[in-house]
């Protein structure tokens, strides 16, 4: 009876890792997801932006309060915003991977130690 419990919850600890991993995955695949769309509304704004004059008013939402600012004191901190939007998706992009990886390289592993 011992002998069939010891491969029952060696099953049940690869299952528990294999969801874990499935789950990390998930959830770096929303964060870009995430990121991605932030990146696109800046991208828009940025592109309305671009024609209008400097002097003209525009508001910006900071903390949940609409700040009225310029277009030229706006555009500079959308441009920092969008290039901290890329970097953070670069980075979420190799860790998205490198879990993939490591996942990959568990399945592997996973599958000689069963085959013992």
Not at 37 to 66: D, W, Y
Request: charged content about 30%; proline content about 3%.
């Amino acid at each position: 009876m011992a002998s069939q419990a010891a491969p029952a919850k060696r099953q049940q600890d690869l299952q528990v890792q294999y969801t874990t991993y499935k789950n990390t995955l998930q959830q770096i695949a929303q964060k870009i997801g995430d990121v991605e769309q932030e990146a696109e509304e800046h991208k828009l704004v940025l592109e309305t932006l671009e024609p209008l004059s400097g002097e003209r008013k525009c508001f910006r939402m900071i903390n949940g309060v609409l700040v009225e600012r310029t277009v030229q004191d706006v555009v500079p901190a959308l441009q920092t915003n969008a290039e901290g939007l890329k970097k953070v998706l670069e980075d979420l992009v190799k860790q998205y991977k490198t879990k993939q990886d490591d996942l990959e390289k568990w399945k592997v592993c996973c599958h000689l130690c069963i085959q013992l």
